[in-house]
């Protein structure tokens, strides 16, 4: 499939071939959100974390005696019963992780880029270059009518695009090696440069 080729000014800057294989496949909800939800899995902390009855600060003292008293059998007040106590098969912290075959992100990355490309919110630019002022760039994102752009540099991100973006709400740019699906998606547009897309190709292919 072809596409134009801007710059950031808006001027045209020829077109572009763009791989099937990549950005012309019928995008899966099934293989993106099984993506997407590994993603979201691995970043998740697991750092939650509540005190059994070993753990709170209470005294150990059996709180009256066994027998006579009308009422149930206690021994301490760190039951799980009373308030304050412990808490009986809480969350201990461990890793939601889980794994996904390499194989099958790449396709989830594949799908992405095609679902972008279906729903006519990709875009390709020469280069994402900047002289590092943020208000020279903000101008041309606002007159390009980027919102919730993502920007998809080649194997090394522009320092000044970079510098400049840091400050735009709703801009950001990521070298090839750190495109994923969850990024790609939760934008409104997908912008990425020559180089961008002849490094994802050498990637993906």
């Given at each position: 499939?072809?596409?134009?080729?801007?710059?950031?000014?808006?001027?045209?800057?020829?077109?572009?071939?763009?791989?099937?294989?990549?950005?012309?496949?019928?995008?899966?909800?099934?293989?993106?959100?099984?993506?997407?939800?590994?993603?979201?899995?691995?970043?998740?902390?697991?750092?939650?974390?509540?005190?059994?009855?070993?753990?709170?600060?209470?005294?150990?003292?059996?709180?009256?005696?066994?027998?006579?008293?009308?009422?149930?059998?206690?021994?301490?007040?760190?039951?799980?019963?009373?308030?304050?106590?412990?808490?009986?098969?809480?969350p201990t912290p461990r890793s939601h992780g889980h794994d996904l075959p390499k194989k099958f992100r790449k396709l989830g990355l594949r799908h992405?880029?095609?679902?972008?490309?279906?729903?006519?919110?990709?875009?390709?630019?020469?280069?994402?270059?900047?002289?590092?002022?943020?208000?020279?760039?903000?101008?041309?994102?606002?007159?390009?009518?980027?919102?919730?752009?993502?920007v998809i540099d080649g194997a090394a991100v522009n320092e000044g695009f970079l510098k400049a973006s840091k400050n735009i709400e709703g801009l950001?740019?990521?070298?090839?090696?750190?495109?994923?699906?969850?990024?790609?998606?939760?934008?409104?547009?997908?912008?990425?440069?020559?180089?961008?897309?002849?490094?994802?190709?050498?990637?993906?292919?």
């Amino acid at each position: 499939m072809k596409l134009d080729v801007i710059k950031l000014d808006g001027g045209k800057a020829g077109d572009i071939e763009l791989s099937e294989d990549l950005f012309g496949l019928e995008p899966r909800a099934d293989i993106l959100h099984r993506v997407v939800r590994w993603q979201r899995n691995n970043a998740q902390a697991g750092t939650h974390k509540v005190k059994t009855r070993s753990e709170t600060s209470y005294s150990t003292k059996k709180i009256y005696r066994q027998k006579g008293t009308g009422g149930a059998r206690h021994g301490d007040r760190n039951a799980p019963i009373f308030r304050k106590g412990g808490i009986y098969k809480g969350p201990t912290p461990r890793s939601h992780g889980h794994d996904l075959p390499k194989k099958f992100r790449k396709l989830g990355l594949r799908h992405a880029l095609s679902a972008k490309a279906k729903a006519g919110e990709l875009v390709v630019i020469e280069d994402a270059a900047s002289e590092g002022k943020t208000a020279a760039l903000a101008k041309q994102v606002a007159n390009l009518g980027w919102k919730r752009a993502l920007v998809i540099d080649g194997a090394a991100v522009n320092e000044g695009f970079l510098k400049a973006s840091k400050n735009i709400e709703g801009l950001d740019i990521l070298p090839t090696m750190g495109a994923n699906v969850y990024d790609i998606l939760k934008r409104d547009t997908l912008v990425i440069t020559k180089a961008g897309v002849e490094a994802l190709e050498a990637r993906l292919k």
